[in-house]
């Protein structure tokens, strides 16, 4: 059994860690084999938020491009055990349904907490079923008021002037 909500009732330092980037393309694991699509941050803003996050799975904020829209999100931070990557990847899954893929636009990112550390896992079902839990843990975890302030925060609103 899994704690239904993350962290404590005011996020605590580091928190807010601000992260920005043009979305690239990864290896499209993603959406084709876990159903779980996660957008990638390029791997400078990966090695920057090194300095400030240990790796493991965080929740937080996200917003798209021009859209001022801002959904939850669930980030995968660090080296996925389960497929034994050599780097050091930030992955985005947005908790929104987009009618497209928006690869080349910018992802902004306001993490607001930690989850769980990655795992290594036997099954690709078990590590669905963990996400899932993870995505009903942000969603609960950023109702709270001082969660929920950071939606509408100047850096998660702040659109570029141009389509990135
Ligand atoms: P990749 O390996 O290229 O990251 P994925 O299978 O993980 O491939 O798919 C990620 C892409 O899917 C993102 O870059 C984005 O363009 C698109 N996408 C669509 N919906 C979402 C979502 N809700 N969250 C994250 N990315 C999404
Ligand atoms: N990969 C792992 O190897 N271990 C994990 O514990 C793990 N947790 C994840 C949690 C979330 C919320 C997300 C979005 C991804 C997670 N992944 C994990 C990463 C997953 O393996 C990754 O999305 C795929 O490698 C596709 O790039
Ligand atoms: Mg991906």
Known sequence: MRAPIA??????????????GVVSKGFGRGSKEL??????????VAE??????????YFGWAGVGR?????????????NPFYKNEKRSAEVHIIHTF?????????????????RPE?????L???IEDINTDIR???????????????THAFITSTPATSA
């Open 67 to 79: 859209d001022q829209a801002v959904y939850p999100m669930v980030m995968s931070f660090g080296w």
């Open 119 to 123: 795992l290594n896992y036997t099954t």
């Open 125 to 127: 079902e078990a590590l």
């Open 7 to 20: 962290g404590p009732e005011t996020p605590q330092t580091p928190y807010p860690v601000h992260l920005r």
């Open 48 to 57: 920057h938020a090194g300095k400030t996050l240990e790796t493991g799975i």
């Open 99 to 115: 009618p497209a893929d928006f690869y080349g636009e910018e992802l902004r990112v306001t993490v607001l907490g930690y989850i």
């Open 137 to 151: 843990v942000a969603i609960k975890s950023l109702e709270r008021p001082a969660y929920a302030a950071y939606k």
């Open 35 to 44: 159903g779980i699509p996660t957008a990638n941050l390029p791997d400078e």
